[in-house]
């Protein structure tokens, strides 16, 4: 056997796919607004967001219980709430993986949304999540979720157990692409153009 992968048990686990909850979850991981300081372009309306509804939660992960391991297959819930913070709809913090050469498959269960992807190199694309559309995020990608609907987006991502998650990079630079909803209509901007969706 390969030291780097541990020998485990096969086993099966119950998801509500309603609600989108993973039963017994290894972790289970709330992002709260005030953890989104320095992400969104409005800070003064996530500050007035944090003080009048109570800090809330922003998105929740649930993890499985494998070992981050090379050849393991990791995956996850992820329910990101709906809303905006000023014109910016609610989003994930993103990330590229800290193993960039590893892909990963988003499979949207609820909701609607957007995957914001770029590259290194400033190239950036985005694809749309609807229920039972999947979205496969080849490698070298890094990636974040957006809310553009009024429920909870939900997704099952699945991705190679070495993969990791770098979040530096994006907390630094951020992404090209920002989602806004103005007068009802989804707007992509990217670096001042816009197009609506
Ligand atoms: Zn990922």
């Not at 003064?44 to 070992?67: C, G, K, M, R, W």
């Not at 709809?89 to 957007?114: D, I, N, P, S």
């Not at 990608?141 to 994006?170: F, K, M, T």
């Amino acid at each position: 056997m390969n030291p780097k992968t541990s020998l485990i048990r096969p086993f099966g686990l119950q998801f509500d796919l309603a609600e989108g909850v993973m039963h017994d979850p290894a972790d289970h991981v709330v992002r709260k607004a005030s953890d989104m300081r320095g992400y969104y372009a409005d800070e003064a309306a996530l500050e007035q967001l944090i003080s009048s509804a109570n800090d809330p939660v922003h998105y929740e992960t649930f993890d499985s219980p494998v070992p981050e391991e090379y050849g393991q297959v990791k995956f996850c819930i992820s329910k990101l709430y709906p809303g905006v913070v000023g014109e910016e709809c609610f989003m994930t913090k993103g990330h590229y993986h800290a193993v960039l050469e590893t892909g990963e498959l988003y499979l949207c269960l609820k909701g609607q949304g957007l995957l914001l992807l770029k590259l290194s190199d400033g190239t950036s694309t985005w694809e749309q999540f609807v229920p039972g559309r999947m979205v496969y995020v080849p490698p070298y990608w890094a990636h974040r979720s957006v809310n553009v609907g009024d429920e909870p987006l939900i997704s099952l991502c699945i991705y190679p157990g070495d993969a990791g998650h770098n979040y530096r990079d994006i907390k630094s630079n951020g992404f090209p692409n920002r989602v806004f909803r103005r007068n009802g209509l989804i707007v992509v901007e990217k670096s001042g153009k816009r197009n609506a969706l």
